[in-house]
């Protein structure tokens, strides 16, 4: 029997960003919070001193900071026909753990989604035809508009000091910056990173082919910058540990740096760590939640009260969690009835490396996301007719760091092993420079997530089963781009250039990039959609599920900006309007 502890007003599963923002702005609202956290605590002083070199091996090949396959895993097949088998050591996806959940060690990207993307069936069929909607996609609108997030994401980009280029000023293109963003209100918090030598290169050989770079919208300061919380982080030394890495010099945002300095002193704050929430509880009505159910590190079993449930770990945590809870009809891919592991999506990336004979690039100079991109095929930027696809990708030249074991490039015939690995490793270390891609995966009836029959975590309840595939139209449009994105390449004067369009089938084995979406996903019918606009589900009206398991479809670009002007979004509709008046934000 678990214990039954005193009730709170709200329990937050999860304290990442989501969740701290939430624990931060309900906290300030008077309202008593509880955080019950999977990992264990992590803070920049004493977790990653600059003090201490950074350890490639610990963190980057160990994955020390990532979800344990021990802790709770999934299982994977590509097809229905299938027998999925589990995920013993992550690879293509790395789920966060701790405190701060994968905003430890995310490199730092904050891109806003452009405008169509929030209406991307409507927007698509409007502008070519059905038809252009392949058979089995299940795209859908989201149930909110670019402007209706605008002013949450100026809130989110200004508590993480995002440094960038404005490109278009309430509705006003500006010079240097992305021409294909929405209208903004106002410029970046902080000015660009400075530039290494490759993003130099990129941006000059692709003003000549016509297309319009810009600095990446980056969370690695440029200067010194205190946030409107009061939390104030340092400026980036570009030490080229950032990506799987904390850091040490509180130069890249993090909740560790930019929300938990506020929120930690606040005595209606609690915060427990090593406990894992294996159940939302519901009434004899299941129509409201009563709190969670929990494990603590020993073992010991938990019963915590809340009047507010908020879901905030990682997205395929929340889908499982929301299964288990028999919250929401889970989905059926056969007759396309239920919700819950619905549309699920990922995101299609794809490579190029430039050989750039007689310059030196010291990659080791570097930050999470120091470089520039290009949007000129992303989305619906561009003309579709013909091309057979829907969809695109950002184009990238970022340059993350040079470290020994992870990041030699190196073309696909160099030798592998001995004297001729090392003379290949020698040459290419500081000429050869890797350029990427972010492409858009869209949903399809086939790609979901479920329980699987067979295989059981620690706790005794079915893992979560993934069925996940490639589909021609993404594989199309990863060709597309890596073509125009090879063509940059060359225009940078590479004298040699290898493109690696994504091919399939979906593999789970090398790491391809963590933003996994939908499973929860948000929209105007509950026949649709597991929440509404707000993240509230629509069965149990005091449940909010966050993320981007709310997505109903996946962007071409890191999805870290619209998850956090979503919960800002959502956390200012808790507050006007929930808490006085809880139910439904949205008629049923």
């Known amino acids: 029997?678990?214990?039954?502890?005193?009730?709170?007003?709200?329990?937050?599963?999860?304290?990442?960003?989501?969740?701290?923002?939430?624990?931060?702005?309900?906290?300030?609202?008077?309202?008593d919070v509880v955080a019950i956290e999977r990992g264990a605590w992590r803070d920049t002083s004493t977790d990653f001193p600059p003090?201490?070199?950074?350890?490639?091996?610990?963190y980057g090949v160990r994955l020390d900071l990532f979800q344990r396959p021990e802790q709770s895993t999934l299982t994977l097949r590509n097809k229905m026909s299938q027998t999925a088998l589990p995920i013993r050591q992550f690879g293509s996806f790395l789920p966060?753990?701790?405190?701060g959940g994968a905003g430890v060690h995310w490199n730092g990207y904050t891109y806003r989604f452009s405008e169509s993307d929030y209406k991307a069936y409507s927007h698509n069929v409007a502008r070519y035809g059905k038809s252009v909607i392949p058979e089995?996609?299940?795209?859908?609108?989201?149930?909110?508009?670019?402007a209706d997030l605008e002013p949450h994401f100026d809130k989110f980009e200004k508590l993480l000091g995002i440094c960038g280029t404005a490109g278009n000023l309430n509705g006003k293109i500006q010079p240097g910056g992305d021409p294909f963003e929405g209208p903004r209100m106002s410029e970046y918090p902080n000015p660009p990173d400075q530039m290494p030598l490759g993003p130099t290169l990129f941006t000059k050989g692709a003003k000549e082919l016509g297309f319009h770079p810009f600095p990446?919208?980056?969370a690695n300061m440029s200067r010194a910058y205190t946030n409107p919380l009061g939390v104030t982080l340092g400026q980036c030394s570009f030490c080229g540990f950032c990506e799987r890495y904390g850091c040490g010099n509180y130069a890249k945002s993090s909740p560790q740096t930019c929300v938990l300095p506020a929120l930690m002193p606040r005595k209606n704050f609690e915060l427990r760590t090593l406990c894992n929430v294996t159940k939302i509880n519901l009434d004899s009505t299941g129509k409201k939640a009563t709190g969670v159910t929990y494990v603590d590190g020993k073992g010991n079993q938990f019963e915590q009260p809340a009047n507010l449930v908020l879901v905030c770990s990682f997205s395929f945590n929340v889908v499982h969690l929301m299964l288990l809870s028999g919250i929401g009809e889970p989905y059926d891919p056969v007759s396309g009835k239920g919700v819950v592991g619905r549309n699920f999506a990922y995101q299609c990336t794809s490579g190029v490396q430039v050989k750039l004979d007689n310059r030196i690039l010291n990659p080791f100079i570097a930050n999470g996301v120091g470089g520039m991109a290009l949007n000129d095929f992303n989305g619906d930027n561009f003309d579709h007719t013909g091309l057979g696809f829907i969809g695109g990708a950002v184009l990238q030249a970022t340059q993350s760091g040079g470290r020994p074991i992870q990041q030699i490039n190196g073309f696909s015939d160099d030798p592998k092993w001995g004297s001729g690995w090392k003379k290949a490793t020698k040459e290419n270390y500081q000429t050869i420079y890797a350029l990427g891609t972010q492409g858009s995966v869209y949903p399809y009836k086939d790609a979901y997530l479920d329980l699987d029959p067979t295989y059981k975590d620690p706790y005794g309840s079915p893992l979560l089963r993934l069925t996940f595939d490639w589909?021609?139209?993404?594989?199309?449009m990863s060709a597309f781009v890596t073509d125009k994105l090879a063509k940059v390449g060359k225009a940078m004067g590479g004298a040699r250039i290898q493109a690696s369009p994504r091919t399939g089938p979906y593999t789970v084995v090398p790491y391809q990039t963590t933003h996994t979406t939908g499973g929860a996903v948000m929209g105007d019918s509950r026949e649709t959609s597991v929440v509404n606009k707000y993240g509230q589900s629509w069965d149990v009206s005091n449940v909010f599920v966050y993320g981007s398991g709310l997505f109903p479809q996946n962007a071409g670009m890191n999805p870290t900006g619209t998850v956090g002007a979503l919960t800002y979004f959502s956390v200012e509709a808790v507050k006007n309007q929930y808490l006085k008046n809880p139910g439904p934000l949205v008629p049923v």
């Open 1 to 31: 029997m678990a214990q039954k502890l005193p009730g709170k007003d709200v329990v937050i599963i999860g304290l990442g960003w989501t969740g701290s923002i939430l624990a931060y702005e309900l906290t300030g609202a008077g309202l």
């Open 51 to 58: 003090s201490t070199a950074p350890d490639e091996l610990r």
């Open 96 to 99: 966060g753990n701790g405190v």
């Open 136 to 146: 089995g996609m299940t795209l859908q609108d989201y149930p909110v508009s670019y």
């Open 216 to 218: 990446v919208p980056s």
């Open 471 to 476: 589909h021609e139209n993404e594989l199309k």
